[in-house]
């Protein structure tokens, strides 16, 4: 079974960096993925890591440290229309993925 | 391109009713899920199917069944709907199992169950 832990909450101002962690306790770890969802939307891809490290891909980042069980997304020059809950998603084995609570962001002006 | 779609969008149904979610992907995905999504609890696996033809019960599976006849659709149904069913419900679908296969999502149905 998983347990992958995140900030219920977590509030910025426009133009700020937020850092997001999660951390998972597996067996089987498989990636680790990290979701965006507007209120009322679909859960959109936002990254993958499987191996240690950063993977950076424009405003977004994720990192990953497989034995501290830690990965955190962080966003950089935030904007408004970044106010959504973030999922941290832990994949394991093949196919299962499994799902943190999820992290609300609000960015303010 | 559609990518996926669900229906109904919502639905409100009486306890002790029968309902079929459906689900449809146009992307030849191999692997399709169903997810539900209550507040504070994130998002839980209900069932999977690998292949068409295959499916496999997630954390959730109680008081739900699905069906892979074919690639493109996976409906759910709830043999006798009960209150704790209500939720939001996301089916998924990834190109496989293997690799970095990020899942796609549907818009999500909105069921509630009085």
């Known amino acids: 079974g998983q347990n992958i832990d995140q900030p219920t909450e977590m509030t910025a101002t426009e133009g700020a960096i937020v850092q997001i962690n999660c951390t998972y306790q597996t067996s089987g770890f498989n990636g680790l993925f990290w979701y965006q969802q507007h209120a009322g939307e679909a859960p959109t891809f936002l990254s993958y890591?499987?191996?240690?490290g950063l993977e950076e891909k424009g405003r977004f980042s994720s990192f990953l440290s497989r034995s501290k069980g830690y990965s955190y997304l962080l966003l950089k020059e935030l904007q408004m229309k970044d106010s959504a809950s973030y999922l941290c998603a832990v994949r394991e084995g093949d196919y299962k993925l499994s799902f943190g609570a999820g992290t609300t962001v609000t960015v303010r002006a | 391109i559609a990518g996926i779609t669900q229906a109904p969008t919502s639905q409100i149904l009486a306890a002790g009713r029968r309902m079929t979610l459906r689900c449809t992907q146009d992307?030849?995905?191999?692997?399709m899920y169903w997810y539900r999504q209550d507040l504070g609890l994130g998002l839980r696996l209900i069932h999977y199917?690998?292949?068409?033809?295959?499916?496999g019960k997630g954390e959730v599976p109680d008081g739900y069944s699905v069906s892979r006849a074919n690639t493109d659709d996976f409906p759910l149904t709830l043999a006798s709907a009960v209150p704790s069913q209500t939720s939001v419900y996301f089916c998924a679908s990834s190109p496989g199992l293997a690799g970095g296969n990020e899942q796609f999502f549907g818009p999500g149905t909105r069921l509630t169950v009085l």
């Open positions: 992307m030849r995905h191999n692997a």
């Open positions: 199917s690998n292949t068409a033809g295959t499916t």
């Open positions: 890591n499987v191996l240690d």
